[in-house]
């Protein structure tokens, strides 16, 4: 089919990875797949508002299996995720959500879980710059059955995973949720690129998900498709989140072919092995920046490569020029590498880096 489908469609541009090929701005430039086509041509094309559209049944019954959780529900985006899993979390007010000071919800979503749930945020900065450790979260949290009625009990922890591309390991996400759940304050974990966490061999999607009331997860970033996150948890919380997305319009009237896509990006992206190799080029890529005498802001661990100009005599805003005018993009100081990024991009990436950092000394 997928030849049928190259013949029909020579000139598509779902034939090839195309730009993304070159573009190191994020792993959201990935292009959808002939596969991915070729699976939304034969998704079910059910409402997927007041019923159940089968090929969407079949996305969620996997990932709630994936991640040992009861129950799932398709969303149209990390954010959405999100936003619909802590407002199903949050019941009675007063309450706050405590989050890595860094985190995505609090600095990159428009502030919808706040302000959708009037919660007040509580953020943390981690003392080992990578991720919260339990230690972090003590001194801030506020227990809800905590005597003093001035401060806002913590009724949801929302951690994130992997953090700018760094992970929280296992261990410390077990002690943060045990602790959590011993004193009645609800976890939730924003696991938009989880699958590089897993990917990483940190842990398994079951050991990482089933620590946490809820989960997001998305299928658009590493994973290539074009839209669409899950969300996964219990029966209870998860039937409420169904309310809160048809609330803010999130229900999808044929969700078929969007899920089923996102069926092809779990299972071949993921599945087969693709984002693994990805990380070893990140590796590969910040030894060379390293080697040439920068340094990173943070440790490459998955995906992405952190570059920090200090102490060089150029900046970003030369290397996003001069990439341009080699054919590759880059637009900040955060390089992510996705699998479909080209050897030519590498290659180039890495000429680009010794020819703007030649005449700096090593290691400066
Ligand atoms: C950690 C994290 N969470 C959530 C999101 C939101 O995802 P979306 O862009 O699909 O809304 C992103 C997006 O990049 C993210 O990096």
Redesign the pocket.
């Known amino acids: 089919m997928e030849d049928t489908l190259k013949q029909a469609l020579p000139q598509s541009t779902w034939s090839e990875p195309g730009c993304a090929a070159f573009d190191f701005r994020g792993d959201?430039r990935t292009n959808p797949t002939l596969d991915m086509l070729n699976a939304m041509a034969h998704a079910s094309l059910s409402d997927g508002v007041a019923t159940s559209d089968p090929t969407t049944h079949e996305l969620e019954a996997y990932l709630a299996k994936l991640t040992s959780h009861p129950a799932a529900l398709f969303v149209l985006?990390?954010?959405?995720g999100?936003l619909v899993a802590l407002r199903s979390l949050l019941t009675q007010p007063p309450y706050g959500i405590l989050c890595d000071s860094r985190a995505?919800i609090l600095a990159?979503?428009a502030g919808g879980a706040f302000a959708f749930t009037g919660a007040i945020p509580r953020p943390v900065e981690p003392a080992n710059g990578v991720y919260l450790t339990l230690e972090d979260i003590i001194p801030h949290i506020v227990l809800p059955d905590s005597a003093t009625v001035h401060m806002c009990p913590t009724r949801v922890i929302s951690l994130?995973n992997p953090l700018r591309g760094m992970i929280m390991p296992l261990s410390e996400t077990c002690r943060i949720c045990d602790f959590a759940h011993e004193h009645g304050v609800l976890v939730h974990l924003?696991g938009?690129?989880l699958w590089e966490v897993v990917s990483a061999g940190a842990g398994s999607l079951e050991e990482y998900c089933s620590l946490f009331d809820t989960v997001t997860m998305?299928f658009?970033?590493g994973l290539g498709a074009s839209a669409g996150?899950i969300v996964v948890g219990g029966e209870a919380v998860i039937r409420h989140a169904r309310w809160i997305r048809q609330s803010i319009g999130g229900s999808i009237r044929q969700p078929g072919p969007l899920s089923a896509a996102a069926l092809v990006a779990v299972k071949k992206t993921f599945g087969a092995g693709l984002l693994k190799p990805t990380h070893e080029i990140a590796q590969e890529i910040a030894t060379f920046w390293e080697g040439c005498g920068g340094t990173l802001k943070h440790p490459t661990q998955t995906n992405m490569v952190w570059l920090d100009f200090t102490g060089l005599s150029f900046g970003l805003r030369q290397m996003i020029d001069e990439a341009s005018r080699r054919g590759i993009f880059i637009s900040r100081d955060r390089l992510i590498v996705h699998y479909q990024i080209c050897s030519e991009a590498v290659s180039t990436l890495k000429q680009l880096m010794a020819d703007l950092t030649s005449g700096e000394e090593p290691g400066k």
């Open positions: 959201v985006s990390g954010t959405m999100n995505h990159s979503e994130e924003d938009a690129r998305c658009s970033k996150a």
